[in-house]
């Protein structure tokens, strides 16, 4: 069963639905200087009008509302506040977030605030390099006190970082997010300083007793072993050791993980961890309320060895199959699995790896559980004014069932947020790869909402507290 509060949701990120880019006071992100660079983003796409939710939230709040939502998670802009990352605040900005949150509470509708969801301050990259300083500790705790002065009275769900994991990997790893460099210390580096951003945030929170709980969300995805061969079970253990444990422990913990943190010593990887980090990342930890985990999927880990092979690049064009083996030499490396299927950009489904990841966490750290994201990124067809969107539904329902099975398992699940309410703009993907319970036909410059058959689905969902997907079972 699901508590009486369940908090039902959806998410979006401001980049990815506002539009509106250089309106109101904005300052300029990465993110707005990353898509004008030739061959970055699929086709070029880019954020300058996105699904224009900065001129149409009252719309899609009320679609929101008509679907009987709890709760919607979005993100704040943080040049839209601060348009140089720090000194003066932009009130439009603050305006706007306003907006956004009365109207939700107008309706009902909890809000929960992604404090920074990958849109860094071009200011900040250029002075002193963004993420890759610790300046940047102290300049985001002081964007993050303007968001509590100014919003708090009002929003009692916090997220300080959407996938802190996944915005290092892609920015300093794998360079397919701004700022495209390729050097795995840096990569681990920079998510050492994520963690102190976290833990500093958070500190703040509760020194200045703001009401309301907080915690960030970490990408996760459970792994197993692609045999029962020791290669691949130790393989698998390396993963967790310097991926998922590693990940979830900085932030929620307070420590990283012994094997994995030698290892990556050894092989000069390791962050540089100041005196004072540890105190400040334990104290972080402890006051973290909850726990975010954005859930897409899970993965097959086998052995790799020193000569194997390394990371590879994502399938970005929507194309099955394309997607190339990827590894870290040494550790392990990611294999498809042959009971499982895929999307068209080669994204495994795995319901069951929810239920797993879910109950791993829980008896790992001992917190409260919120999922800020999960959804299925899929090619949707307009036939006579209606997209049956099933294949969705069918993902939604596996993963809501999943989440049921951990709950029953003893964990604490606060709320349960798709992946997206509105089709949204997926950062490398494009506007082809489409999340939303409400179509846009992106084409059109009225950008027209339509609902699909999910909306409906997932507004019997919510309408039976569950019970609607639990009873098919
Ligand atoms: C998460 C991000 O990584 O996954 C979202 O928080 C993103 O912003 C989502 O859109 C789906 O990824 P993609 O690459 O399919 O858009």
């Given amino acids: ?97 306003n907006r956004v949150i009365d109207e939700c509470l107008k309706v009902g509708i909890e809000p929960m605030v992604t404090i920074y969801h990958w849109d860094l301050p071009k200011a900040l990259q250029d002075e002193y390099a963004g993420w890759e300083s610790r300046r940047i500790i102290e300049d985001f705790t002081e964007y993050a006190r303007v968001c509590f002065e100014n919003f708090s009275d009002r929003v009692k769900y916090w997220i300080v970082l959407n996938e802190p994991n996944i915005f290092t990997e892609l920015g300093y790893l794998l360079a397919m997010h701004p700022p495209g460099k390729s050097d795995m210390k840096l990569k681990f580096q920079t998510y050492h300083h994520t963690a102190l951003v976290h833990a500093s945030v958070v500190k703040l929170f509760k020194e200045n007793g703001y009401p309301g709980q907080i915690g960030s969300s970490i990408a996760y995805s459970n792994g197993y072993p692609a045999s029962d061969s020791e290669e691949d079970i130790e393989a698998c253990r390396r993963y967790y050791e310097t991926v998922s444990h590693y990940n979830m422990d900085i932030y929620f913990k307070g420590e990283y993980p012994k094997w994995g943190l030698s290892y990556l010593r050894n092989a000069g990887l390791a962050p540089d961890i100041l005196e004072g980090d540890i105190e400040l990342l334990r104290e972080g930890a402890l006051h973290s309320d909850f726990i975010g985990i954005n859930y897409y999927q899970s993965n097959t880990l086998a052995y790799n060895p020193v000569d194997g092979v390394g990371l590879n690049k994502l399938n970005t064009t929507g194309k099955k199959g394309t997607s190339m083996e990827s590894g870290v030499p040494g550790l392990f490396k990611m294999v498809q699995n042959p009971e499982l299927e895929y999307t068209d950009w080669d994204w495994v489904i795995d319901p069951h790896g929810l239920t797993q990841s879910l109950i791993e966490i829980h008896e790992r750290y001992s917190k409260p559980l919120i999922i800020s994201e999960n959804g299925l990124g899929a090619y949707d067809v307009v036939e006579d004014g209606r997209i049956h ?85």
């Fill in 1 to 97: 069963m699901f508590n009486k509060d369940f908090l039902w949701g959806s998410a979006s990120a401001a980049y990815q639905v506002e539009g509106a880019y250089n309106l109101d006071g904005k300052g300029v992100s990465i993110w707005d200087e990353w898509v004008r660079i030739p061959g970055k983003t699929f086709e070029g796409t880019n954020g300058d009008v996105a699904a224009d939710h900065y001129h149409r939230y009252k719309e899609d709040i009320a679609l929101m509302s008509e679907q009987g939502l709890k709760t919607y998670r979005f993100s704040i802009a943080w040049t839209r506040i601060l348009p140089q990352g720090r000194g003066e605040v932009n009130q439009l900005g603050i305006d706007f977030y």
């Fill in 389 to 473: 969107d099933g294949y969705r539904i069918d993902y939604l329902k596996k993963h809501i069932l999943a989440c049921y099975f951990a709950i029953q398992e003893g964990v604490d699940l606060l709320a349960y947020c798709t992946w997206s309410f509105t089709d949204i703009l997926s950062w490398l993907n494009g506007y082809q790869k489409r999340y939303g319970f409400v179509h846009i036909d992106f084409e059109d410059d009225r950008l027209p909402r339509l609902k699909k058959d999910s909306f409906y689905f997932y507004q019997g969902v919510i309408e039976s507290n569950g019970e609607s997907v639990l009873k098919e079972d």
